[in-house]
């Protein structure tokens, strides 16, 4: 396994969507809505927490949220978060030095069978492979445990998907849960295989992800989930799903504001349970597709929201959590190729930190092996592209070489022409082409290899013991 603990990745070239004028009108817009329009907010226990503030909902169960708690919640946020592993080593970390982490799904409810390219349910037994893939993936950084697999009780899914991450992802584990009591749970064995609930507060080798219901909309597994991470000192994404001509307006300023108004009311929630809770800024504006009716996680307008989103949250001082590396086709093709290449370029040239979803296809329906492996690649590509142009202009080496003369064996070349160069491990460059594409037979054989070089989990026995005695913990409750 290639180690992360060095960030490698340099963001030299300035980009940027949203103007300083357009990013004060989009927090003034946000901080009117919080005030003035207000948010549904529900469950019994955040409610206390505003009213111990002097805020109670009005007669239409708005609650609202003056600005100077929001800046309250502001100043007192954690402005970094480093994330670890198991080990303790430290995996990613979230500062003003601008570093983006890449992320997969290792469950959903459908994964691509990277030998025959076609979807199908995804297992238990699955995790296993998409854990060994970002594990060995030297530019994924974290999972993603969703909790979706089909050969497990509902009741018990986001428990035995977590289990299953842990005996097999050695980086950073990101987990959801479908409903509210397995958050704890989880939490719990977390703190275990940490060696307790201070070590795991100390050095999180997990973190939570959870969402709003947009527009405005705060419901209580939503603050239940919240008020539990907070709780726990545990780092939290806070995430509204908005979808532009649906659930936000087709006015991009607008839905910025609404989505920034959510994210922020998010932020007030955990700091007012646990002051300095770890608090991480989601956003994902996409649109309805009036066409197909499907909320497109491809689209071009989607990617360049995100990127803007991830200008808001530097200016409000947060870590953001992003999405690239998805498709709204079925499984990997020409298509998705395509997709995923210009939204990793997208979010490199933003200032996204944490970035999930590589290799998510059809609308968030299943997760691809091989367009992990093809983005991972891509990654490599695109760091070359981040560089940009920096040093001084050497005239001495152009005078040596003089006119019509040649670099090849010039000690600048030899010097740099690995360092300076991307060469690609799964695209070709050969001299001479084959008729046919050899790209996915490369993309197999790398999954291969990995998985051979790579059997079994590599905890310790007492924490495999721990972990499957959790487990039929689990599967007995069904039985």
Not at 263 to 275: F, H, K, M, P, S
Not at 414 to 436: A, H
Request: aromatic content about 8%; glycine content about 6%.
């Amino acid at each position: 396994m290639k180690d992360r603990v060095v960030y490698d990745v340099e963001r030299n070239i300035q980009f940027n969507i949203l103007t300083p004028e357009m990013k004060k009108k989009i927090n003034e817009g946000a901080l009117t809505i919080l005030e003035d329009i207000g948010m549904k907010v529900s469950g019994e226990r955040t409610l206390a927490k505003f009213a111990e503030k002097g805020i109670t909902p009005d007669e239409n169960g708005m609650l609202h949220i003056p600005r100077s708690l929001v800046q309250w919640a502001l100043d007192v946020v954690p402005k970094e978060i480093t994330l670890y592993g198991m080990d303790g080593n430290p995996r990613m970390q979230i500062d003003k030095s601008n570093r983006v982490y890449f992320g997969t799904h290792n469950d959903m409810e459908q994964i691509v069978d990277y030998k025959t390219n076609k979807a199908r349910p995804m297992l238990l037994k699955d995790i296993e492979t998409m854990c060994k893939i970002a594990s060995n993936c030297e530019n994924i950084d974290f999972v993603l445990s969703v909790g979706l697999i089909q050969d497990v009780a509902p009741q018990i899914q986001s428990q035995m998907a977590f289990i299953e991450s842990c005996k097999y992802m050695e980086k950073t584990i990101n987990f959801s849960t479908n409903d509210v009591d397995s958050l704890q749970e989880i939490i719990d064995i977390a703190a275990e295989l940490a060696g307790g609930h201070d070590k795991l507060v100390e050095k999180p080798f997990i973190f939570n992800y959870c969402e709003p219901i947009p527009p405005l909309t705060h419901p209580f597994e939503s603050t239940e989930k919240l008020y539990i991470v907070a709780s726990n000192g545990i780092p939290t994404v806070y995430m509204p799903y908005c979808m532009m001509g649906g659930t936000a307006p087709m006015d991009r300023p607008t839905t910025l504001a609404q989505c920034f108004s959510e994210i922020l009311c998010g932020l007030v929630i955990t700091q007012l349970i646990r002051e300095g809770t770890p608090y991480i800024a989601g956003s994902m504006p996409s649109i309805i597709d009036m066409k197909s009716t499907i909320a497109s996680y491809a689209c071009p307008e989607f990617h360049m929201m995100v990127a803007a989103s991830s200008e808001m949250a530097d200016y409000y001082q947060l870590p953001f959590y992003g999405t690239c590396g998805a498709s709204d086709v079925r499984t990997f093709d020409q298509q998705s190729a395509g997709e995923i290449s210009y939204q990793i370029l997208s979010t490199l040239l933003s200032k996204a930190n944490i970035i999930h979803d590589m290799g998510l296809h059809d609308h968030c329906v299943n997760i691809c092996p091989a367009a992990v492996v093809w983005a991972n690649d891509k990654i490599n590509g695109f760091k070359s592209y981040l560089k940009g142009v920096q040093g001084d202009v050497d005239l001495d080496l152009i005078r040596d070489v003089g006119a019509a003369g040649n670099y090849l064996s010039e000690e600048n070349t030899l010097d740099r022409f690995r360092e300076e160069v991307w060469y690609p491990s799964i695209e070709t460059r050969r001299r001479i082409t084959t008729e046919e594409s050899e790209l996915y037979g490369r993309i197999v054989e790398r999954i291969d290899t990995i998985l051979a070089e790579n059997p079994g989990s590599k905890l310790p026995q007492d924490k495999l013991d721990f972990l499957d005695k959790k487990a039929k913990e689990f599967l007995a409750r069904i039985q």
